[in-house]
């Protein structure tokens, strides 16, 4: 065999030999993604990240071998906690679902799974700004449009008490009418667009769910600090209140009626708080 024919038939056994790698590298990788899901399922997270790990390094192009792996590295982050280890796992998880949606920038799950990431970690605006992301993509979604709403509530909630207890004032809930101007001014300015914009979008909420009680239980809580912008007419702080426990009304009177409809069993069947048929 001559020169060129000796370099011909190595190269075509090279090939050989790397596409005979790559099928079993495919097959090897299926295999930890399966253990994985198993893991996953079984609640054993560690276990299942490892396993997602050497799928995702077996084969990089296996299809939802990324998302598993952003998924289970989700579920260890603990919410409220920000300790380095924590933060770390937390943008792990948000890093590699960015890399499916390098690919997929309409992929619904992983930009819930970053907007809820990141509401874990208590980086309020980042989790807002990626539930709109959601809507763009799903307008009619009601669990962005809730948690939009929830955010607004929290940092006007927040920023209440930043500006009443300093001045000596509780915030009673119903528009602080007692409260001086020149406290209440600041505290209108602040929380004037938050307010807008959480009515907004639970409203939207349950829009699109008509038995959602927990948008109904914020709506009667953002209505309260509505009550604060109206400062200085009464008029107006009454009807914001009143709305609001209208909403509180609708809320309980709304989960009451989910509650039971969920213990109802087959053929009509009843279920007590401990599940027994009655």
């Not at 295999?31 to 997270?45: C, F, T």
């Not at 998880?93 to 960015?98: E, G, S, T």
């Not at 001086?180 to 009515?199: C, F, R, T, Y």
């Not at 959602?212 to 914001?240: E, H, Q, T």
Request: with cysteine.
């Amino acid at each position: 065999m001559n020169g060129p024919a000796r370099i011909t038939a190595l190269a075509v056994a090279l090939a050989g030999m790397v596409l005979s790698m790559s099928g079993c590298n495919q097959l090897a990788a299926r295999d930890q993604l399966n253990k994985g899901v198993e893991a996953y399922k079984s609640a054993h997270y560690e276990e299942a990240i490892g396993h997602f790990q050497k799928a995702t390094q077996l084969d990089p192009n296996l299809p939802m071998a990324k998302s598993y792996l952003a998924t289970a590295l989700a579920q260890n982050v603990v919410p409220g906690l920000d300790t380095p280890d924590n933060l770390s796992t937390a943008q792990q998880a948000i890093d590699i679902f960015k890399q499916v949606l390098d690919k997929d920038p309409n992929d619904v799950n992983s930009l819930k799974q970053v907007a809820g990431i990141y509401f874990s970690i208590k980086k309020l605006d980042e989790a807002k700004t990626w539930q709109k992301r959601v809507l763009a993509v799903d307008p009619k979604d009601p669990e962005a449009a809730y948690t939009v709403g929830v955010i607004d509530w929290t940092q006007a909630h927040e920023n209440a008490l930043k500006i009443l207890q300093p001045a000596g004032i509780n915030d009673d809930g119903e528009g602080n009418v007692k409260a001086p101007k020149k406290v209440m001014d600041p505290l209108k300015q602040i929380n004037a667009p938050l307010v807008e914009e959480g009515l907004q979008y639970l409203n939207q909420a349950v829009a699109n769910r008509a038995n959602y009680d927990d948008a109904m239980a914020y709506l009667n809580l953002i209505y309260r600090r509505k009550a604060d912008l109206d400062f200085g007419d009464a008029a107006a702080v009454k009807a914001d209140v009143a709305t609001a426990e209208d909403w509180r009304t609708k809320a309980m009177g709304t989960r009451k009626a989910n509650e039971e409809k969920k213990n109802k069993g087959p053929g009509g069947i009843t279920m007590d708080s401990n599940g027994n048929m009655k």
